[in-house]
């Protein structure tokens, strides 16, 4: 099965140790990986920020870049729900909404396209520590993907998950939100590290890296000692202590 991955503006940047993780996972299932060169940003901090014509350029480009693929992986659920946007963009140009509607078609988030597509449950992974999951916003609410980041973590050899109070919540992230609501971001993201020091967890886990950028590089600059990974350092450990490659990469400071 061929597999195009849609690396992320944050991934490229910050990420990059999970980029090579989902590879490795997506690889070990049987997935050819390739990585589209005329992959640009996705375009949603404008239309975060209403800017949505101006979204129409970044909208062709991916189009463009990823529409001969057979399925688009994206470990970022809010990214991956841009590309289900897409089609919206181009009602008025009949020919770029059906392009659209077929990119969106097959573009998943990356649990989400191991449980619903591969049909895998069980990546054979090992992480001992009492862990808990903050799920995004755009992946549960927009994505509509509540349900394959927790199935794949109980299948993890030595984690304990437990529950995140509230998780519903929102992180205060939100893109430019948490630059020009700086005070209510700072609010919002404040009760969450409460509700996750709640847990009593060693890690907070999470599938979108704009959400851990934010509660990681608040929690660093509180002092809070708990580790921040992606959902795909988890996936991809084999050891029975974890995997020693995850203690600071993905502890990014944001800017709250």
């Given at each position: ?8 503006c944050l991934?490229?940047f ?15 299932l ?19 920020s209403?800017y949505?014509k ?25 990214c991956a729900?841009m ?22 078609a097959k ?16 990546v ?9 999951l903050h799920?995004s916003?755009?992946?549960?609410r927009l994505?509509?993907?509540r ?5 794949l973590?109980k299948?993890v050899?030595g984690l304990?998950?437990v529950?995140l109070?509230?998780?519903y ?13 700086f005070?209510i971001s700072?609010?919002m993201?404040d009760e ?11 890690v ?9 950028m ?10 809070k000692?708990i580790?921040?990974?992606h ?5 991809n450990?084999?050891?029975g202590k974890g995997?020693?490659r995850?203690a ?6 944001t800017?709250l």
């Amino acid at each position: 099965m061929k597999v195009s991955l849609f690396t992320t503006c944050l991934g490229e940047f910050f990420y990059v140790d999970v980029l090579k993780d989902v590879t490795e996972i997506l690889e070990r299932l049987g997935c050819e990986v390739d990585v589209p060169e005329g992959q640009i940003c996705c375009g949603q901090p404008a239309y975060n920020s209403g800017y949505a014509k101006d979204t129409k350029g970044p909208a062709k480009q991916m189009i463009k870049a990823f529409e001969h693929s057979d399925y688009i992986v994206c470990p970022s659920g809010s990214c991956a729900t841009m590309f289900h946007e897409y089609p919206n963009f181009f009602s008025d140009e009949p020919e770029w909404e059906d392009r659209a509607k077929q990119v969106a078609a097959k573009t998943y988030e990356f649990t989400q396209f191991i449980v619903r597509v591969l049909g895998v449950v069980d990546v054979g992974a090992e992480y001992h520590a009492r862990a808990t999951l903050h799920t995004s916003c755009h992946m549960t609410r927009l994505l509509g993907e509540r349900e394959s980041h927790y199935t794949l973590l109980k299948h993890v050899k030595g984690l304990e998950l437990v529950p995140l109070p509230n998780n519903y919540d929102c992180c205060g992230f939100g893109g430019t939100f948490s630059v020009k609501m700086f005070p209510i971001s700072e609010q919002m993201v404040d009760e969450k590290i409460r509700h996750i020091e709640e847990t009593k967890a060693d890690v907070l886990v999470g599938a979108d890296a704009s959400c851990l950028m934010n509660i990681g590089g608040r929690m660093n600059r509180l002092g809070k000692p708990i580790k921040v990974l992606h959902i795909a350092q988890i996936l991809n450990s084999h050891q029975g202590k974890g995997d020693e490659r995850d203690a600071d990469e993905s502890r990014k400071s944001t800017i709250l």
